[in-house]
Nanobody
Framework: QVELVESGGGSVQAGGSLRLSCTWS????????MGWFRQAPGKEREWVGS???????TYADSVKGRFAISRDNAAKSLDLQLNSLKPEDTAMYYC??????????????WGQGTQVTVSS
């Protein structure tokens, strides 16, 4: 069982920034892809971005240029920097662990989520 623990959520005004973090205990997950997803009330879960084992990141168009994913495999941590936040970024944000190096086989494990609320 992989335990992923997110932190760093909170409330911020539009235009502000937050930094989310995700940590895990098993060293195995330092060598697979990781991702961030979000889910707003009444909406389906949405992919935000992913980062490969080799730290190559890809992003959804809705966050490209505003959000940045980074990872520290030695520290077993994954970060999501959220800049220029908009009210539509309000959601529960989830960290996820993939099944391979490049996130080509989906995601197998999920954290409990951390809430981000952006006010206008």
């Amino acid at each position: 069982q992989v335990e992923l623990v997110e932190s760093g959520g909170g409330s911020v005004q539009a235009g502000g920034s937050l930094r989310l973090s995700c940590t895990w205990s098993q060293s195995t997950y330092s060598s697979i892809c990781m991702g961030w997803f979000r889910q707003a009330p009444g909406k389906e879960r949405e992919w935000v971005g992913s980062i490969s084992t080799y730290s190559s990141a890809t992003y959804a168009d809705s966050v490209k240029g505003r959000f940045a994913i980074s990872r520290d495999n030695a520290a077993k941590s994954l970060d999501l920097q959220l800049n220029s936040l908009k009210p539509e970024d309000t959601a529960m944000y989830y960290c996820a662990a993939g099944r391979d190096f490049y996130c080509s086989k989906g995601f197998a494990y999920w954290g409990q989520g951390t809430q981000v609320t952006v006010s206008s």
